[in-house]
């Protein structure tokens, strides 16, 4: 669903309950400035970028990063 801004403060409450369904877009001067989405979905959103970056981490891991500790312990050998 897309509104104007001025068409969203007017409206907010109607909007605040369409975004539980569907996230809503508002334009301002014809162009997107930002999107409500519902918590539940906001949520879902955390959870999945969390997931992205702990396996990415993995990976990093696996590939030859060190850690944080040991890599502390060979900056200290080297100082």
Do not use: C
């Not at 970056?53 to 040991?70: N, P, T, V």
Request: glycine content about 6%; overall charge positive; hydrophobic content about 35%.
């Amino acid at each position: 669903m897309d509104v104007t801004a001025t068409e969203f403060k007017n409206r907010l409450g109607r909007y605040l309950d369409a975004a539980e369904k569907d996230p809503v877009i508002i334009k301002k001067s014809g162009r997107v400035k930002s999107v409500l989405i519902s918590h539940e979905l906001y949520q879902k959103y955390l959870a999945l970028e969390d997931a992205y970056w702990a396996q990415r981490a993995k990976q990093a891991e696996s590939e030859g990063y060190l850690g944080d500790d040991k890599t502390l312990k060979i900056l200290r050998r080297s100082e």
